[in-house]
């Protein structure tokens, strides 16, 4: 890797080089999106990730790094000859659903880790495609949202909070009764469908807390934000309130609890039920 340019520096010219190549396959971006063929995975809306994340490999063999892949798209992949020593852990595109319906609402995700591990990463972005909003992170440094240092929600209050909660699941009848508590306490419910961006949200004191329990999501969503959210000064943790140091896999899967502060942390770890009492 050339010494003179910080990751930093190398994760914003991967998404300036993904917003050009995804360009040309869409229509304007608030619209839904013409049929964009079908993708490796015989899923017809993965090309478009595809694109996405051969942007981010093409800019990192520019920089001549050499890493190990570990990407929602194409699983865990070599480039170059020291790969155990630089881990890029991806998902190219947060929000598929949300593009191709022309639900402004998606993010590239990129964080870079010395091994495949969460409390490895040192540096990271996730950026919102349709609004030009970047929150990146460095370890020890803060998070930034457009250059600017963001700090979380102080709002300690389920009246007034906005929390996110992911039910986007089959599995309804296990964690609805969990959550049941939280909810009826809680004034405003959302879910905006880009769980990596829905975090940043948090970070940046947008929203108050974001849940998700369903057991489901991907680890390569989480490796960015999580850092935004520890620089930026909130919390992550499981669902039962131990830290969230996961392996970086794309195999692997995360629940977890953000919210902006320890109180309102612990406000909801008290109502939220474990999976046995919740019957
Ligand atoms: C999805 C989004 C969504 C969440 C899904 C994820 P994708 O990511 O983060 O909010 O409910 O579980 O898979 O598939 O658009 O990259
Ligand atoms: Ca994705």
Redesign the pocket.
């Known amino acids: 890797m050339r010494k003179e340019i910080s990751w930093l520096q190398i994760l914003i010219q991967c998404r300036s080089n993904i917003q050009e190549q995804i360009a040309p396959l869409l229509r304007k971006l608030d619209q839904p999106q013409p049929n964009l063929g079908i993708g490796a995975g015989g899923d017809p809306i993965k090309k478009i990730?595809m694109v996405a994340e051969n942007a981010i490999v093409n800019t990192l063999r520019k920089y001549e790094i050499s890493f190990t892949l570990i990407s929602?798209e194409s699983g865990a992949k070599e480039y170059g000859e020291k790969v155990d020593e630089c881990y890029v852990t991806t998902?190219p595109?947060?929000?598929?659903?949300?593009?191709m319906r022309g639900v402004p609402f998606?993010a590239t995700s990129i964080a870079i880790s010395t091994k495949p591990k969460l409390s490895k990463v040192h540096t990271a972005l996730v950026a919102d495609l349709f609004h030009g909003i970047t929150y990146t992170a460095q370890k020890g440094h803060g998070s930034c949202r457009n250059n600017q240092k963001i700090t979380p929600s102080n709002n300690v209050s389920l009246e007034d909070a906005v929390i996110g909660i992911?039910l986007?699941?089959y599995k309804v009848q296990r964690i609805v009764p969990q959550l049941t508590a939280l909810i009826e306490r809680t004034k405003h419910i959302r879910?905006?469908?880009?769980?990596?961006?829905?975090l940043c949200y948090v970070a940046d004191g947008t929203t108050d807390a974001f849940i998700?329990i369903?057991g489901?999501?991907?680890t390569t969503?989480v490796a960015a934000a999580w850092l935004i959210i520890e620089e930026a000064g909130a919390i992550m943790t499981t669902p039962d309130g131990k830290p969230l140091d996961i392996k970086l896999d794309p195999g692997e899967k995360v629940e977890f609890i953000a919210a902006g502060n320890h109180e309102m942390h612990k406000t909801i770890l008290s109502l939220i039920k474990p999976e046995k009492e919740a019957k």
């Open positions: 990730d929602e998902d595109i947060d929000g598929t659903t949300n593009l998606y992911d986007n699941s879910h905006f469908g880009a769980n990596a961006l829905e998700d369903r489901k999501l991907r969503d």
